[in-house]
């Protein structure tokens, strides 16, 4: 069974771009979450979508976005690029209840410049 | 406001017993995990407390005290490959399967 596939795996943006990462979840997982992962803040909560709706939402600005198609593949947009948006996204995957663990993709690295 | 406070870093020698603390204090409570990450790689799950009590998981064990907000992470017969970042997590009840990650403890395995 495959695991967690996350797209590109490495990023490099200049600041004011926009960039869209993409998450393939474990066959079957209908719920896909996304996390920012930063050396000064560790791992924080960004998104939840459990077929194709938004369950949960943590507390970033609206510049960050995401999406979920019918096939359960997520995607997230970052609009407008700041410096502080270095950082590794990971997506994690599970069959959504709520006492299953999260299986969680290697992450997209991205460097904003 | 939530709060997972974890220490920072530890270190121990091959074939010690480490134990690594959790401390939180979150607005509900639906679950403690404890994940494991490599440098470089993704988080991958250790266990999962719902319940007080230890659950243990050939050489590694967590316990959960709801009352007191603590868990630890208990790693026996450590081995090099065990040197990783520990992320402590809370799921809260009513927010879907989101987890709060505290900073992660650094644990060195020196032989």
């Known amino acids: 069974k495959a695991g967690v596939t996350q797209t590109p795996r490495y990023l490099i943006k200049t600041r004011g771009q926009q960039v869209t990462l993409s998450c393939s979840p474990i066959?079957?997982?209908?719920?896909v979450s996304w996390y920012q992962q930063t050396p000064g803040q560790g791992l924080q909560f960004l998104f939840e979508?459990?077929?194709?709706?938004?369950?949960n939402k943590g507390n970033f600005p609206g510049r960050f976005s995401g999406r979920q198609f019918s096939n359960s593949r997520s995607e997230m947009n970052v609009s407008t690029l700041e410096l502080g948006d270095s950082a590794l996204y990971l997506c994690?995957?599970?069959?959504?209840?709520?006492?299953?663990?999260?299986?969680f993709g290697s992450g997209t690295q991205l460097s904003v410049l | 406001g939530q709060n997972i406070d974890q220490p920072t870093e530890m270190t121990a020698t091959e074939g010690a017993i480490v134990q690594i603390n959790c401390t939180y204090q979150t607005s509900g409570f639906n679950g403690l995990f404890w994940y494991q990450q490599h440098a470089g790689e993704a988080p991958t799950f250790l266990s999962y407390?719902?319940?007080?009590g230890l659950e243990e998981k050939g050489r590694f064990s967590s316990f959960l005290s709801r009352s007191k907000g603590y868990s630890y992470l208990l790693l026996k017969e450590l081995q090099m490959k065990d040197s990783a970042s520990y992320l402590c997590?809370?799921?809260?009840?009513?927010?879907?399967?989101?987890?709060?990650f505290g900073k992660g403890t650094t644990l060195s395995v020196s032989s």
């Open positions: 997590a809370v799921r809260r009840t009513q927010a879907g399967t989101a987890l709060i």
């Open positions: 979508y459990f077929s194709e709706t938004q369950r």
């Open positions: 994690a995957s599970s069959r959504g209840a709520l006492n299953e663990k999260l299986f």
């Open positions: 407390n719902v319940l007080d």
């Open positions: 066959s079957g997982h209908r719920s």
